[in-house]
């Protein structure tokens, strides 16, 4: 339903199964029609498979396919993300570590092409915002890999923990775990109260035919320029803990981990703790979605027995992720805008660095140029 709606709204459907060729993936097709629930006509997307799927791949494993794939790098990065969601959640309903789930369901190909096409399709948009509005979770039973289980699954539940959600507003599964996951990743703002001004409208068309109509529909909009700041506004959480008794090696892996549990940001700050022992303070920037896991990451990880965490307030320049073309290949850059007026642009440092080490050229001389020609670009960004 997501690839479908997305495509009602203007996604080209050739340049969505053409980057889902990158992928290197046989024994699918792609078939987009159109179709109509309670006299609202949409777009309908069935991933047929030439014959069962019995693959049973890891995490490891989704992640070569995307690694080794042709996909921009955007698109690699926020498909990898939405798969960890999944198997964050399957290991802890299963009492496993992440490199030992299965994935069933979210393995077979049909979902690889809908969470990966979900990341196409948000990636050709790049919008400056997401939002939805709370989960309709559906009501009864649905059948899986481990047999019947109480809708929501608990996949879903533990993925959208924290997530605005409600049930009952349907007789049957409305959010299966892979759409939880795409949520719980591409969405930065969950409200039922929006101002913003319709562009365009698209419908994605359920397979099942309900009492309700089995639809999903996304708007392309813009906020109110009537209030208009320049900045976007946002809320976030702010969890911090006080440590003077861990190796500080230790520190790179964490933060590392931390960002991989859905941390929006993560920072240390010297400190002088009791006894005057110098110590460090470890601040993780996180939204809803995220809270209670990275809460649980900070005190599984480190050796703090206890955390603080409390509500701020955030304004923030609009940003894309975009890719240019430089004599180096495809680089990813970070753009910031004030009135769509660019302020500050850069290069991806990872892509910079992996640049400097297949070239020998020094770190700076890769960064100069790719600067040099964002600013000669600056106005077709």
């Not at 699954?153 to 892979?178: K, Y």
């Not at 099942?208 to 392309?220: D, G, M, S």
């Not at 959480?237 to 981990?257: K, Q, S, T």
Request: glycine content about 8%.
């Amino acid at each position: 339903m997501n690839l479908a709606a997305m495509i009602d709204l203007g996604v080209p459907e050739d340049y969505l199964i053409k980057e889902l060729g990158k992928l290197k993936l046989d024994g699918y097709e792609l078939k987009v029609s159109r179709d109509s629930r309670n006299g609202i006509f949409g777009t309908r997307v069935d991933v047929i498979l030439a014959k069962q799927d019995k693959h049973h791949r890891h995490l490891k494993d989704i992640y070569h396919i995307i690694d080794t794939s042709g996909l921009l790098s955007n698109v690699k990065d926020l498909s990898k993300r939405i798969f960890l969601k999944v198997a964050e959640a399957e290991a802890k309903i299963h009492e496993m570590s992440i490199d030992k789930v299965h994935f069933h369901e979210v393995g077979a190909i049909d979902s690889i092409v809908d969470i990966v096409g979900a990341a196409i399709c948000h990636d050709y948009l790049s919008p400056t915002k997401t939002m939805a509005s709370t989960i309709e979770l559906g009501k009864g039973l649905v059948k899986s890999s481990h047999g019947i289980i109480p809708v929501p699954a608990p996949a879903t539940a533990e993925i959208l923990r924290n997530i605005p959600t409600h049930m009952g507003g349907a007789a049957f599964e409305t959010t299966t775990p892979t759409g939880a996951a795409i949520l719980a990743t591409i969405v930065d703002e969950f409200t039922d109260e929006l101002s913003i001004k319709t562009k365009q409208t698209g419908y994605g068309i359920g397979h099942k035919i309900a009492e309700r109509p089995n639809i999903l529909r996304v708007h392309l909009a813009e906020t109110d320029t009537s209030k208009k700041t320049g900045f976007k506004n946002g809320k976030a959480w702010l969890i911090e803990c006080n440590i003077d008794d861990m190796n500080p090696e230790w520190y790179e892996f964490i933060v590392e981990r931390l960002f991989q549990a859905g941390a929006h940001d993560v920072y240390l700050s010297n400190i002088i703790m009791k006894k005057t022992r110098p110590g460090t303070k470890l601040s993780v920037l996180c939204d809803d979605a995220g809270l209670e896991v990275l809460k649980e990451t900070i005190l599984r990880e480190t050796t703090s027995i206890g955390l603080r965490f409390f509500p701020v307030e955030k304004s923030m320049l609009d940003r894309k992720e975009l890719t240019i073309s430089t004599i180096y290949g495809e680089v990813g850059i970070k753009v910031a805008y004030l009135n769509n007026e660019i302020i500050h642009q850069k290069p991806e440092y990872e892509d910079c660095k992996r640049i400097a080490r297949e070239t020998g050229k020094p770190l700076k001389e890769i960064t100069d140029h790719i600067s040099f020609t964002l600013q000669q670009n600056k106005e077709g960004l």
